[in-house]
C-alpha cells in the first residue's frame, strides 16, 4: 500500500472517532470551547479595488463591507500566482505552485499533496465544496469530478470543474447525473451552502463555497446591471480607453456582477445568525485572484500590477477578532491554510510554505511577512503575458524579472497607481539590486527555478484541456509529440 493511500486510510478510520469528540465539544458536554467553523468564501476573478470597504466610490457591497467593519480588513492580501487552478492550489495546500506543481491552468492537482481539507477532516470536521472546482484538470466539460481522492478531502460535493456559463448551468454531486441550475449561479451555490450549513450545524465543519461571477464574460440579472450606467464610473487613474475586455460597459457588468454577490453573502450571513453559528464561525473572504479591466491598456490576469494580484482579504470571527478593524500586514494565498488551521486549534503541516497568521488576524502589532512572493511560469497572449517571470513586493516596493532581464519596479508610496517603471532609471538601481536579491532568496526558499518555466504555449486554445488529462505541462509535451494531428499546440 502506498504512504498516500495509507494516509488516507488512517484519516479515514479515526475520523468517526474525530468528529464524535468534535460534536461532543461543539455540544458543550466535555465542557471545552466549541471548535470554530470555517467559510472559506472566494468568487472568482474579484480584485480588491472593486469593494466599497476597499474605498471603491461606485460599487454597491453593504453586506461584503459589514464583514469587514465585523472584523478584520487585510488591505495588502495577494494571489502569489495569479490564474485560477494555481491560485486555489496555493490556497488549498498552503504551498507555492512551484512546489504542489500545478503551474498553469488545466493541469491536475496531484492526489499526493496534503490539502486543508483533509486535515480538517481528519480533525472531525464536516467538509463541504460547492462552486467551480478547477483543480481536477483535463475536459472542462460536463464537469463531473469522481468521490475519492480526487476531490481532495471533500466529503460534501455540488460542484463543476470549470464553466463560465453564470446563468443557466449545471453541478453534480456523488454520480454523473448533471443538477440544472435555472438562473443566476451564486443564488444555487448560496442555497446549497445553506443546505450544507443547516445539516452539519451540530459539528465543525469547514466549506468552501466558490462562485463563478464576476469572472468574464461580465454579465449579472437585469436588476442588478440597472444600478449602473456606465458614464459616470470613477476610472482608475491607470485605465486606458478602447481596451477589449476592460471598456466602462465591462466595468459597469462586473460591479453589477459584485452586488449580485454581495446579496447572497449578506443571506449566508442571516442564516448564521439564524442558526445561532455567527460568532464561533470564521468566514473568509477572498479571490483567485484580480483583473486589469482596462489598467495600463490590459485585460485579465497573470500580470504583477496591483489589480491582477491584490484580492480582498476580510477575516471575521466574533469570538476572536475584534470588530471593525485593518491592517496592512502583508498576506497571501499560501498563508490561508496555515492561518485557519491554527485558529481552529490545529498544526499546520511542516509541508506547507505559507505563514502562521493567526497572531496578525487579532494583534495589529504582530510579526507578519516583510514581502510576498509571486510566480507566474509561461507566456499567454490573449491575456498579453509574453514570457513566465517572478516577483516579490513589499510595503512600498513592487518588482518582478523575466529570466533574463529586470522588469518592473514601482514605488507604491510616490506611485501607488505604478504609472512610473523606475527600472532603468540610475538613481533605483541599489533598490533593483536589493530587490532582485530578495527575490533570488524567494526562490531559493521555496525551491523555485526558472527551469520551471514553459515556453509552448499550452494555456491556449485549450490545449491542456480538450482531450485528456495532464498532472504536468511536460506530459502535454510528450502527448503533442505522439498526437500531432489532436494537439491544439504543437510543442
Known amino acids: 500500500m502506498s504512504e498516500r493511500l495509507s494516509r488516507r ?25 466549541a471548535p470554530p467553523n470555517v467559510l472559506l468564501i472566494f468568487p472568482d476573478q474579484l480584485r480588491a479595488q472593486a469593494l466599497g470597504c476597499m474605498g471603491n466610490p461606485d460599487v454597491k457591497t453593504p453586506h461584503i463591507d459589514r464583514l469587514a467593519s465585523e472584523g478584520v480588513l487585510f488591505r495588502q492580501t495577494f494571489a502569489n500566482t495569479p490564474v485560477c487552478c494555481p491560485g486555489r492550489a496555493c490556497m488549498m495546500t498552503g504551498r507555492y505552485a512551484s512546489s504542489h506543481g500545478l503551474i498553469a491552468n488545466d493541469l491536475r492537482l496531484r492526489e499526493s499533496e496534503t490539502t486543508m481539507a483533509e486535515l480538517f477532516a481528519g480533525h472531525g470536521y464536516a467538509t463541504g465544496f460547492i462552486g467551480k472546482w478547477h483543480l481536477d484538470g483535463g475536459p472542462r466539460e460536463p464537469g463531473f469530478v469522481p468521490p475519492g481522492p480526487r476531490r481532495q478531502g471533500f466529503q460534501f460535493w455540488a460542484a463543476h470543474e470549470c464553466s463560465h456559463a453564470h446563468f443557466k448551468n449545471h453541478y453534480f454531486r456523488d454520480d454523473d447525473t448533471p443538477i440544472p441550475i435555472e438562473g443566476f449561479e451564486p443564488k444555487t451555490w448560496t442555497d446549497l451552502a445553506i443546505e450544507f450549513i443547516e445539516t452539519n450545524r451540530q459539528r465543525p465543519f469547514f466549506l468552501t463555497l466558490t462562485m463563478g461571477p464576476p469572472h468574464d464574460p461580465y454579465g449579472a440579472p437585469k436588476e442588478y446591471e440597472a444600478l449602473y450606467d456606465p458614464a459616470p464610473l470613477t476610472l482608475r487613474p491607470n485605465w486606458r480607453e478602447g481596451v477589449n475586455g476592460g471598456s466602462r460597459q465591462n466595468l459597469a457588468k462586473y460591479y453589477a456582477a459584485i452586488t449580485a454577490i454581495d446579496d447572497q453573502i449578506g443571506r449566508l450571513m442571516d442564516r448564521l445568525k439564524l442558526l445561532g453559528l455567527d460568532e464561533n464561525t470564521i468566514i473568509l473572504f477572498t479571490s483567485d485572484h484580480g483583473d486589469m479591466l482596462g489598467s495600463h491598456g490590459m485585460r485579465l490576469k497573470r500580470k504583477p500590477f496591483e ?185
Open 9 to 33: 486510510s488512517f484519516m479515514a478510520g479515526s475520523a468517526a472517532a474525530l468528529a464524535s469528540a468534535a460534536m461532543q465539544s461543539a455540544s458543550g458536554s466535555t465542557g471545552d470551547p
Open 307 to 491: 489589480e491582477s494580484i491584490r484580492i480582498p482579504g476580510i477575516m471575521r470571527h466574533p469570538a476572536s477578532i475584534d470588530s471593525n478593524r485593518a491592517t496592512d500586514a502583508l498576506f497571501s494565498h499560501v498563508d490561508f491554510a496555515p492561518t485557519l488551521l491554527s485558529m481552529c486549534g490545529l498544526q499546520p503541516p511542516a509541508s506547507m510554505q505559507g505563514s502562521d497568521l493567526s497572531s496578525a488576524v487579532r494583534n495589529d502589532s504582530a510579526i507578519s511577512p516583510d514581502s510576498v512572493f509571486f510566480q507566474i511560469f509561461g507566456p499567454y497572449d490573449p491575456g498579453q503575458v509574453e514570457n513566465g517571470w517572478r516577483g516579490v513586493r513589499t510595503d512600498q516596493y513592487m518588482y518582478a524579472r523575466f529570466e533574463d532581464r529586470p522588469w518592473l519596479l514601482f514605488d507604491l508610496d510616490a506611485d501607488p497607481y505604478e504609472m512610473n517603471n523606475l527600472v532603468e532609471n540610475a538613481q533605483h538601481k541599489q533598490i533593483v539590486d536589493d530587490m532582485d536579491r530578495r527575490l533570488q532568496d524567494w526562490m531559493k526558499r521555496t525551491g523555485d527555478s526558472w527551469t520551471n518555466d514553459w515556453k509552448v504555449r499550452v494555456e491556449q486554445g485549450g490545449a491542456l484541456y480538450k482531450h485528456k488529462t495532464f498532472y504536468t505541462v511536460d506530459e502535454y509535451i510528450q502527448w503533442a509529440k505522439e498526437n500531432p494531428d489532436l494537439a491544439p499546440v504543437k510543442p
